[in-house]
C-alpha cells in the first residue's frame, strides 16, 4: 500500500528541481506531486525495473541472469568445453532463464549440442555477442550506482527513443530524463515491452511519468504566464 502521508523519492526530487528555478508551490500542488510520484514509484514498477533491462541481439533477447539461469550455468555451463562455448553457454542462460518449462533441464553432452546449435542460430558475429553479454552483466555490476547512463544511448537519443515509443516530443523526455530514477525506469519499461511485444504507450506506468510530467510542465508555465 502506497504511504500518500510520506513524500515520495521521486517528488521530491521534482520538488527541489522547481525550487532551484526559483518556482514557489502550493501545498496543493505539492500534495498533487506527490500523489503522481508515487503512481510512478509503484511496487509494480521496482518490481519492473528489478528485473533489469533486456539487450536485443541476433534476434533474441538477453536479461540479467535469473536464479534459475545462474544455478544451470554454474553446473554446467561455465564447464562447457572452451572459452568460446562458455560465452555461449552465459548468453543461452540468459535468454531462456525467464521461459517457462524446463529449458535449462540438461546436462553435459546435451548440454553442449544444444548451445553449440543455438550459438550458430544467432543472426550476429561471436564479438557482437560478447558485447551485448558485457551490458548485460554489467547492470549487476552496477546495481548499486545511481543510474547515469542508458544502454549506451546519449540523451539525445533516449529522448527521441521515448519520443517515438510513448508519444510526445524528445525535448519533453529529455528533461523528464534528468532524474535517475525516472530514466532508469523508462528505459527498462520500454526495452521490457519492446521485448515482450507490448505496446509502450498503453502502459499505465508510462501514463503515470507522463502524468507527472505534464503537471510539472504545467506548473512551470502557469508561473510564466504571471511574470
Not at 1 to 10: C, G, P, T
Not at 68 to 79: S, T
Request: proline share 4%; hydrophobic share 40%; with cysteine.
Amino acid at each position: 500500500m502506497q504511504d500518500l502521508a510520506k513524500l515520495s523519492e521521486l517528488a521530491e526530487a521534482e520538488i527541489e528541481s522547481l525550487r532551484a528555478d526559483g518556482i514557489d508551490l502550493t501545498p496543493a500542488e505539492i500534495i498533487e506531486i506527490n500523489a503522481l510520484g508515487h503512481a510512478v514509484e509503484s511496487p509494480e514498477t521496482r518490481r519492473l525495473l528489478a528485473r533489469g533491462a533486456p539487450v536485443a541481439i541476433g534476434g533474441v533477447y538477453l536479461w540479467p541472469m535469473s536464479l534459475y539461469a545462474q544455478d544451470w550455468f554454474d553446473r554446467v555451463g561455465c564447464h562447457l568445453d572452451g572459452n568460446k562455448q562458455q560465452t555461449y553457454a552465459l548468453a543461452y542462460a540468459m535468454a531462456h532463464g525467464r521461459n517457462e518449462g524446463e529449458p535449462l533441464a540438461m546436462e553435459c553432452r546435451e548440454a553442449e549440442k544444444t548451445v553449440k546449435r543455438w550459438g550458430k542460430s544467432l543472426k550476429c558475429t561471436f564479438g557482437e555477442l560478447n558485447v551485448a553479454v558485457s551490458q548485460v552483466l554489467q547492470q549487476d555490476e552496477d546495481a548499486e550506482q545511481p543510474p547515469s547512463e542508458t544502454g549506451g544511448m546519449t540523451m539525445g537519443d533516449f529522448s527521441a527513443f521515448l519520443a517515438s515509443a510513448c508519444g510526445g516530443d524528445p525535448d519533453f523526455w529529455e528533461r523528464r530524463c534528468a532524474a535517475g530514477y525516472t530514466h532508469a525506469v523508462l528505459d527498462a519499461l520500454c526495452r521490457q515491452n519492446s521485448a515482450e511485444g507490448h505496446k509502450t504507450m498503453a502502459d499505465p506506468r508510462i501514463k503515470a511519468e507522463r502524468a507527472l510530467g505534464w503537471k510539472i510542465e504545467c506548473i512551470k508555465k502557469s508561473r510564466k504566464e504571471v511574470e
